[in-house]
């Protein structure tokens, strides 16, 4: 079968279906690049593996950035956009130091909160109304957290506590960049995240280098690579297929995690892990479902602007 003639059935599938293949994919990727940075975390800090990331993410989009500079950098909201950096750069390193010192499934699963941290920092950054139904989902949410952290057992780690903390800083990210998007533009987004992101981690990133091997050198450049990938099909992702259809299947990665955990680590989640991950997806999806409801209401009626859940 040629690649026009696969375009081509792709391209027939319904908006629903391509948008939830691509989905998919997405979810592979992510799972391949958290498994790349624990096998790379196992002799490199993760400051080291965070600059390169951001070093071959920046290569990538630079020649888009360039087209557009300087006004691609102009912003009337300077204090977000720093804020947002801080934010992305605590999330990105917290998160890697969960995903290396952590079983895969577990720092996965635990990342995920991150969907009821973003129904309550829309409270306060957008003013958003939610319902009791929403609320017992967070709260479901947070209690399959509970299980899994294990606090006072000899189980709880600390870094189950900075998986937890990077899904907040993603969070609070997510509810910024919506607030934002209504001056800035992505690209404008996108970009200072990117410079400003690199620049700080420059210089952790230099003071803990250690030389990488070849075989090393090859997985941080895989692992940026892996990372535009993600990020750009789960882009397409949604602009193809609706939210609450395929709210589900980005949890696929739980499954891709466990099964790579086991691959290269001969790890499997334990009765607790397996008990809170249900719990934390489930409460996720609720309120992802929930949220896309919301959204269709305020669309369909100008009565849904009161519209809560």
Not at 97 to 105: E, K, N, Q, T
Not at 197 to 219: F, R, S, T
Not at 249 to 261: H, P
């Amino acid at each position: 079968m040629s690649l026009r003639s696969t375009q081509t059935r792709f391209l027939a599938l319904s908006d629903n279906v391509k948008g939830s293949l691509i989905l998919l994919a997405a979810a592979g990727l992510f799972a391949t690049m958290t498994l790349i940075v624990k096998i790379l975390g196992q002799h490199l800090h993760v400051t080291q593996i965070l600059l390169v990331r951001q070093i071959v993410m920046a290569a990538i989009v630079a020649p888009s950035v360039l087209r557009g500079f300087p006004g691609v950098m102009k912003t009337t909201q300077p204090g977000l956009q720093i804020m947002r950096i801080a934010l992305a750069l605590g999330a990105m390193l917290m998160g890697f130091s969960a995903v290396i010192h952590m079983p895969l499934a577990d720092a996965t699963a635990l990342g995920f909160a991150k969907s009821f941290f973003v129904t309550i920092f829309a409270i306060w950054v957008l003013g958003e109304q939610v319902g009791i139904r929403r609320w017992l989902a967070v709260a479901l949410g947070f209690a399959g957290v509970i299980i899994m952290l294990q606090p006072g057992t000899d189980s709880f780690s600390v870094y189950g506590v900075m998986a937890v903390a990077g899904a907040a800083c993603a969070g609070l990210v997510m509810v910024i960049i919506r607030y934002m998007s209504r001056k800035d533009s992505p690209t404008t987004i996108l970009s200072w995240q990117a410079i400003g992101v690199g620049i700080v981690i420059a210089i952790p990133g230099i003071l803990y280098w250690q030389k990488p091997a070849p075989m090393e050198w090859l997985l941080l450049i895989t692992m940026g690579f892996t990372s535009y990938l993600a990020q750009m099909a789960n882009i397409y992702a949604y602009k193809w297929g609706e939210a609450s259809i395929l709210a589900s299947l980005d949890y696929v990665r739980l499954l891709y995690a466990t099964l790579f955990g086991y691959l290269a680590f001969s790890t499997l989640p334990g009765t607790t892990t397996w008990v809170g991950s249900i719990v934390i997806v489930a409460a996720s999806i609720y309120t992802i479902w929930r949220e896309a409801q919301r959204k269709l209401e305020l669309n369909r009626s100008p009565a849904g602007r009161n519209y809560t859940q």
